[in-house]
């Protein structure tokens, strides 16, 4: 038997980023409904904006989106860190949010009934 063999496909990446990649659609629109497509509904965060820790439920991004609006100028890359069958780490580098920060966000993602969604994210907000 061969060891030889690659187990996970091109397009589960495809859908892995696809799935961030709403996440950033719905910052830069400003939907906090949009930002929760790509979210579990049990997913945390983690991080510090303007000095002031958002930690806990993810229910923090959506009033964070909400409070702060669009963010039509905002600049990403999405890069896949790890996968496996059912788990991914993705980094999100971002510049010019809707408060005109700039970012890097981990994501942690996991697939269930065939549908990825972030669990947890975690992130640093640099200075302007």
Do not use: C
Request: negative net charge; aromatic residues 10%; charged residues 20%.
């Amino acid at each position: 038997m061969s060891n030889n063999i690659k187990i996970i496909p091109t397009s589960e990446y495809e859908a892995i980023v696809e799935t961030v990649q709403t996440y950033v659609d719905g910052l830069r629109i400003g939907s906090a409904d949009d930002v929760a497509k790509a979210f579990s509904d049990d997913a945390v965060m983690y991080g510090f904006t303007n000095g002031v820790a958002l930690a806990g439920p993810i229910s923090n991004l959506y009033d964070f989106v909400r409070e702060n609006g669009t963010a039509p100028e905002i600049v990403t890359r999405i890069d896949v860190v790890g996968i496996t069958p059912t788990t991914a780490v993705v980094k999100v580098d971002m510049e010019n949010d809707a408060i005109g920060a700039d970012y890097t966000d981990f994501h942690t993602l996991l697939k269930q009934d065939g549908a990825w969604k972030v669990i947890a994210k975690v992130y640093h907000q640099y200075e302007s």
